[in-house]
């Protein structure tokens, strides 16, 4: 190719794809329950709108006669089948982004799985769609997915629906069916807040009406799915919201620039406006917008900028910057809805970590208000969510962070929880509102603190927390333990399991999630009277890591000792003091640790302490000794 032509070529390149800039974006989902076609039907669109290239064609031709299920056609399903277990079990798993145009309109399509166990992909897809397209076999009408799907959907503030009633082929293309579906969706959605529901009769295998209208139905008058996702009304970014800028980086090249980057996520931002760090209050005047296309006097929500301001304020990465006259909720506890992925259920009083756009927290789900019955939508009363289930739910983090509400700001307003141990998300929420004590209640100064308390007994406080199984011998080191304190003249105070299940905890039973909340309570108490200079000793079975870690997260450095009580069950059950293990085996007592319910062993404790072939005696001193060489 000469010069002249290259240059030819690449000024029509240019054009084309500033035009294609203007077109405006719609995201959207497909989605719905298993095998409702969702990933044949965005492979038939693609085809018929003639999108999927000569080699994609070739590739999938292939594999339509190794993995496909449509007989000797084309099985339109696999081009968005990416991963190989995908195509071997005919299913998606993943959630699969695809990018296409016609001449009216961009779109970005999210391939969302049908599976309950991969509701986190679904859920993931739909947080930044503008569209859903729910998919339902005319076979089966709507599903118990399909009700999930749909309540995801309106929780994630998608606003338009597309119900596609896909395999109308199979019913004779009967309109009867295709109407009973239709209203039995319009009815049970009818409090979800949808701006629109258009439903649509398809057969996504032969085509009917995804590009064109279908000749097989002339009962149906509407348009077709492709006709609709070109016209559906997309509403622009609302800029009079106030504006938000997560930052995600800051960048210093060199001592005379320091600026802000990160992506608006609300609002406009202008030279000479005033903004605040949002946790730290600190406020300043932005002097210039750096771009990689130059400076601009103002930016608007969807634009990558980077804020320098008037003043040095302190500004990391994980700050907020807000609007100075409107700012974002800081608070350490609110309400939330929030859906749950993990196979182990959720339990109130448990810690995890939270993530925003912004903070990464430890944080505790101090009350699960209410579960939304997937199939008539009530609340119902319940202790815990398990997998795939919603509920609305009271949170606490440890310190405060900077949130809008879900409703007013969805980048700003969701979370995930993770789980401390093995890292894997467990759940995912949108934030309601602030709770009102958590901006009611403030800390009261005291002049009098732990260490002048602690001075005045000669003494460095700490919980000296021992854990183990049932009959392992820990009330019994606790005693030996503080009698050999206090002889030395320590001010000590022993928190037995047992005996506050007595009074404090007498509300509580043996379920894991009053475990949870009974080490809580425990270790709030603890937590109190370490505060007052006492040295503590918890004797608790406290089964769980998660838990403990809890306990441990709530005391300065080295306050907190783990000790474990290491005595194997089967001694355990030999000993069985107050014969419980007995009544356990018998079933008789239910959630018993190490018969019914698990023990889960600590990895890093302070101190180990072997009981078998040693007496209390020897094991209380060996806890004398630690603490006297802290």
């Known amino acids: 190719m000469n010069a002249l032509a290259f240059a030819a070529t690449s000024d029509a390149l240019k054009e084309y794809l500033a035009e294609q800039e203007q077109k405006p974006l719609l995201r959207f989902i497909t989605c719905g329950s298993v095998d409702d076609g969702k990933s044949t039907l965005i492979g038939r669109l693609l085809y018929d709108t003639k999108l999927i290239f000569d080699d994609q064609l070739e590739a999938l031709e292939r594999d339509s006669v190794r993995h496909g299920n449509a007989g000797d056609a084309i099985d339109f399903s696999l081009l968005l089948d990416g991963l190989e277990a995908e195509r071997e079990q005919g299913i998606t798993i993943d959630v699969a982004y695809r990018y296409f145009a016609t001449s009216e309109r961009r779109f970005i399509v999210a391939d969302t799985p049908g599976h309950e166990e991969y509701t986190r992909n679904m859920a993931t897809g739909a947080s930044t769609a503008d569209l859903a397209i729910l998919l339902v076999d005319s076979r089966q009408g709507i599903l118990q997915q399909t009700r999930r799907h749909a309540y995801i959907a309106s929780l994630l503030g998608i606003r338009h629906i597309v119900l596609a009633v896909n395999k109308i082929d199979l019913v004779n293309y009967d309109e009867t069916v295709f109407e009973t579906i239709a209203n039995d969706f319009r009815f049970f959605t009818l409090d979800f807040g949808f701006q629109t529901i258009t439903a649509i009769p398809i057969s996504a295998r032969y085509g009917d009406n995804v590009t064109t209208a279908s000749q097989n139905m002339p009962w149906y008058q509407g ?152 199939n008539n939508f009530s609340h ?55 709770l009102r004590r958590a901006t009611n209640i403030q800390w009261q100064a005291l002049d009098i603190n732990k260490e002048a308390r602690a001075a005045l007994k000669h003494q460095k406080p700490a919980v000296l927390w021992l854990t183990g199984y049932s009959g392992a011998g820990k009330s019994t080191i606790a005693n030996t333990l503080e009698k050999l304190l206090h002889a030395q003249g320590k001010h000590t105070y022993v928190l037995d399991g047992d005996n506050v299940r007595h009074g404090l905890n007498r509300d509580l039973g043996f379920t894991a999630e009053d475990r949870v909340e009974n080490i809580r309570r425990m270790a709030e108490v603890a937590k109190l009277m370490t505060q007052a200079g006492l040295i503590v000793i918890v004797s608790a079975i406290s089964p769980f890591r998660s838990e403990r870690l809890m306990a441990r997260d709530l005391f300065d450095e080295g306050d907190f000792i783990e000790i474990f009580v290491d005595t194997p069950l089967s001694e355990c059950t030999k000993r069985d003091p107050k014969g419980l293990y007995k009544k356990a085996m018998a079933g008789e007592l239910q959630n018993f640790t190490g018969i019914s319910s698990p023990y889960e062993e600590p990895e890093n404790a302070e101190i180990h302490l072997r009981t078998v072939n040693h007496s209390p005696d020897e094991l209380a001193l060996r806890i004398a000794q630690y603490l006297a060489e802290r």
């Open 223 to 374: 348009p077709s799915l492709l006709g609709h996702l070109e016209t559906v009304p997309i509403a622009d970014a609302d800029l009079n919201r106030p504006f938000r800028l997560p930052v995600q980086l800051v960048i210093r090249p060199h001592l005379d620039f320091r600026g802000f980057a990160g992506q608006i996520a609300a609002g406009r931002v202008s030279v000479g406006d005033r903004i605040a760090v949002t946790k730290s209050g600190h406020t300043s005047t932005v002097r210039s917008i750096v771009t990689a296309d130059g400076n601009l006097t103002s930016a608007a929500q969807g634009q990558a900028v980077t804020l320098v301001l008037d003043d040095e304020v302190d500004v990391s990465r994980g700050d907020l910057l807000a609007a100075a006259e409107d700012r974002p909720q800081l608070a350490d506890q609110f309400m939330a809805h929030l859906v749950w992925f993990s196979s182990e259920p959720m339990m109130p009083g448990r810690s995890y970590v939270l993530r925003t756009e912004v903070d990464s927290v430890p944080a505790t789900i101090t009350a699960l208000k209410y579960q939304v019955d997937i």
């Open 380 to 434: 119902e009363a319940s202790k815990s969510l398990h997998m795939n289930e919603i509920g609305v739910c009271n949170i606490a983090t440890q310190s405060p962070i900077a949130f809008d509400s879900y409703k007013d700001n969805r980048t700003t307003g969701n979370f995930v929880l993770i789980d401390r141990f093995t890292n894997a998300t467990v759940g995912a929420g949108m934030i309601d509102h602030p």
